[in-house]
């Protein structure tokens, strides 16, 4: 029996939750006996099940990032994955190994940097979606009431959520990046505020989750929220981005890019407007802003979605496309000014939504810039900060706090904690969908495209290489788990890690670094004669070149692929 404390605002006493391991459920208790262990912890982000059996997933440290309106808002720094057994003794050898990689599996998610919650204050919706809920819906507790697409401990709180007495331990908890800074031009302050929210529906890693499922859900769809509160009044501007809303993929083949694949066996129009009904919905109007290159490997993509977007035949919908990288080629990244200008009517169409110190609604935001690229990460983020920028500066003017001609630019240190503060959330969204930090930050926090910044960028772009063809399989796989999309059986029967590789995957590598290492060898170690070592050379280089072409030829058969759920199915 485990008792943990957890501290309630708003009571003087601590309450404690016990799990009753016969039951496998958690139930609110008051009365705890003297003998049980008592550990505090900051919050609880659910249950799941392992081979083991269950296991309680506990925050066990948390750090302040600021006060939204008046509400703490913190990320959870560490956490703690409690059995609810003592003890694995009733599982066999390979069932505890089982039990441990899946552990690591949900430790991997655990560990990637992002993960942030409030007690008493919805971090699921925007600003402008909480101002137009009707009474009910501020009556419900936060589990209720929270946006299920941004709440990445939805399927860990599936147990609380059925027992209402324990919701106020049930806590939503997001997932992306938060940034809260005081922020002083003209002698006012302000704060400034950003959000971006996962999506957890069709979320995973770069190549393993492209396009679209069934129900419409993209991937890597990510709300960016731009926040200003002054002197009681504010304001927020709201933008997405997510994978270009069709079936298509990009499986690792240790190629460094995969050439992408449109479906051929798929409908793509249902999926298609079953997203855009959904963001239509949500958001209002869209204008879509794609940042592929129009030739090469993306063109065909660039052009699917343009042709679907004219097949939908939505007045609401706008579609624009925009070759980032031929317009910004050779160090002109004073071109992205072009799609900037090009989009400014549309922007001032849409406005944001701002409410004054009295609570009174002046403005609503009628629509939202979709962006994409192929991840969309680097190239997206930048051309969303500028976009951001631009509504600042009418918000910050509309609040009285900068003066009529100034511009947001030109105020110097309020211009490096944005630039930062955009690159840092750039950062964030790369290493949860690609494994490193985002590329072309330098001209993110500089304003201009550096040559120690490509250079970041070559390093980045390795170990981006690395990662999405030896360790991706297994970070999806954690995704799977921790979202739910793999639930672990409660049979003894095997899961799907026991798959064994085909026998090529050891076999092959090891007669190429054994022919490569006879090739050095000779080449140390010359024969008696100079035919005999261009022979030996000839011979063991060949053998080591025929045996990497078999390797690269059957590029999909070596990368780490994910185990749990066939991406296939999910394409």
């Known amino acids: 029996m485990w008792n943990i404390d957890i501290s309630v605002k708003g009571h003087s006493r601590k309450w404690r939750i016990q799990l009753e391991l016969c039951f496998f459920v958690l139930s609110g208790k008051k009365d705890v006996p003297p003998s049980a262990v008592t550990r505090p912890i900051c919050g609880i982000m659910g249950t799941i099940r392992m081979?083991?059996?269950?296991?309680?997933i506990v925050i066990t440290r948390k750090r302040n990032v600021g006060s939204l309106m008046g509400h703490a808002v913190w990320k959870a720094v560490d956490f703690d994955i409690i059995s609810y057994k003592k003890t694995v003794l009733h599982l066999s050898e390979i069932q505890s190994q089982e039990n441990?990689?899946?552990l690591s599996m949900i430790n991997n998610v655990l560990t990637t940097d992002g993960f942030y919650f409030c007690t008493d204050y919805d971090l699921t919706h925007s600003l402008q979606r909480l101002a137009n809920t009707s009474p009910d819906f501020q009556e419900m507790t936060l589990l209720e009431r929270a946006d299920q697409r941004f709440m990445w401990n939805?399927?860990?709180?599936?147990?609380?959520?059925?027992?209402?007495?324990?919701h106020k331990f049930a806590l939503p908890v997001v997932h992306?990046?938060?940034?809260?800074?005081?922020?002083r031009i003209n002698g006012k302050i302000f704060e400034w505020i950003l959000i971006s929210r996962r999506s957890c529906f069709r979320a995973g890693v770069r190549y393993y989750v492209r396009g679209i499922d069934s129900e419409g859900h993209a991937a890597n769809f990510v709300e960016t929220e731009q926040i200003v509160l002054y002197e009681g009044a504010k304001a927020s501007f709201v933008q997405t981005r997510g994978s270009m809303p069709f079936y298509w993929s990009q499986r690792p083949n240790l190629k460094y890019k995969p050439k992408p694949i449109i479906s051929k066996t798929i409908n793509h129009l249902d999926g298609f407007q079953r997203h855009f009904e959904s963001q239509l919905l949500i958001y209002g109007k869209q204008t879509i802003l794609n940042l592929v290159n129009q030739k090469g490997s993306e063109k065909p993509l660039e052009q699917a979605f343009a042709k679907m977007v004219s097949g939908m035949n939505n007045g609401m919908l706008h579609y624009i496309a925009f070759d980032f990288h031929k317009e910004c080629s050779h160090m002109r990244w004073d071109r992205?000014?072009?799609?900037?200008?090009?989009?400014?009517?549309t922007q001032d169409e849409y406005s944001f939504f701002m409410v004054n110190s009295e609570g009174k609604s002046l403005v609503q935001q009628k629509g939202v810039f979709r962006s994409n690229c192929m991840d969309c990460l680097d190239r997206t983020n930048v051309i969303q900060s500028l976009l951001a920028r631009r509504s600042l500066q009418s918000q910050l003017q509309r609040m009285g706090v900068l003066n009529v001609g100034q511009r947001v630019e030109e105020q110097a240190d309020f211009e490096k904690i944005y630039k930062n503060a955009w690159a840092d959330n750039a950062n964030a969204c790369a290493v949860q969908y690609a494994g490193t930090g985002a590329l072309k930050t330098d001209f993110t926090r500089t304003g201009k495209r550096t040559r120690w910044g490509l250079l970041m960028d070559g390093w980045n772009s390795m170990i981006r290489y690395y990662k999405n063809n030896f360790s991706d399989g297994f970070r999806q796989d954690s995704i799977d788990l921790f979202l739910g999309n793999f639930a672990v059986d409660e049979s003894e029967g095997p899961t799907p890690l026991r798959v064994q590789k085909d026998w090529k995957f050891l076999t092959l590598p090891i007669i190429m670094l054994v022919a490569f290492s006879m090739c050095i060898v000779c080449?140390?170690?010359a024969g008696d004669t100079w035919t005999e070592t261009l022979a030996y050379v000839m011979f063991w280089g060949a053998a080591s070149t025929i045996t990497a072409t078999i390797i690269l030829f059957n590029g999909q058969d070596f990368v780490d692929a994910p185990k749990l759920v066939h991406k296939e199915k999910m394409d």
């Not at 599936?158 to 209402?164: F, N, Y």
């Not at 992205?336 to 009517?345: F, T």
């Open 523 to 525: 080449l140390l170690m």
């Open 154 to 166: 939805g399927n860990l709180l599936r147990e609380l959520a059925a027992q209402p007495e324990l």
């Open 176 to 183: 992306g990046f938060i940034v809260m800074k005081p922020c």
């Open 100 to 102: 441990k990689t899946f």
């Open 51 to 56: 081979v083991a059996g269950m296991y309680l």
């Open 336 to 345: 992205l000014q072009i799609l900037v200008d090009d989009v400014a009517d």
